[in-house]
């Protein structure tokens, strides 16, 4: 059994017609949530990790996703509804045959960037932010501001996803989901000399995956146009 027997999109909760950026987003929220290391012991999370890892590596790669498409259209119609219902889980074959530690470690190092002592996270997960320049401004230097969004840990319910007020409530922060996203802005300063592909880090200011956990880095590529 191969992952085309899977429903990718319905694994990131994405419409078949998601930009490469929804996709990302989608696979940034569901990763933030699921991660073995937000879910110590937790073999159901462990698993929908793997799977969430490997839709993602498939549909964030062009070429691999036309050919799961392929399949896919033939399969849902081209609607993206199900022609009989039919559960998309975790099976024996699939486990043994394609959800491998180097997978989702390859993934999350070439897209997060994520640093580990082990198998335990050190730091949240970088977040990757490409920056159109002038060549001019390459050349001489200058100030740009960006906007972003992270993801950080709720500290209204300490990632819980609910308050305890005598009864047990969804916490209206999260909204459940433990983690939150916050809008920044950012004033780049582009250093005189500047070459396209150059990267500006900037400490702390990607996504912070855990309590008293430090946050991640940005990492600002320059695309000198």
């Known amino acids: 059994m191969s992952y085309h027997s899977l429903n990718l999109y319905e694994i990131l909760d994405i419409h078949p017609e998601a930009s490469q ?7 940034r929220r569901l990763a933030f949530r699921c991660h073995p290391d937000r879910n110590p012991g937790d073999a159901e999370a462990a698993k929908r990790f793997q799977l969430i890892s490997l839709a993602y590596e498939i549909l964030s790669n062009p070429q691999k996703k036309a050919s799961y498409d392929r399949i896919y259209i033939k399969r849902y119609n081209g609607t993206g509804h199900r022609r009989r219902s039919c559960k998309f889980g975790l099976d024996d074959n699939i486990k043994v045959n394609i959800f491998h530690s180097d997978l989702t470690n390859s993934i999350l190092a ?12 050190t730091k949240g997960m970088d977040l990757c932010f490409y920056l159109q320049v002038e060549q001019k401004t390459a050349t001489e230097g200058g100030r740009e501001a960006i ?22 409530e969804k916490c209206s922060a999260c909204k459940g989901n433990g983690f939150r996203e916050e809008q920044r802005e950012l004033v780049v300063e582009i250093p005189p000399g500047t070459n396209d592909g150059d990267r500006l880090y900037f400490r702390c200011l990607g996504d912070q995956n855990f309590f008293g956990m430090p946050p991640g880095d940005l990492v600002v590529v320059i695309k000198v146009c």
């Open 147 to 168: 906007f972003y969004s992270r993801l950080i840990f709720c500290d209204t319910c300490f990632g819980n996803g609910t308050i305890h007020k005598g009864n047990i």
């Open 110 to 121: 070439d897209y997060f960037g994520i640093a580990r002592t082990g198998n335990t996270l």
């Open 21 to 27: 950026a929804e996709i990302k987003k989608a696979f």
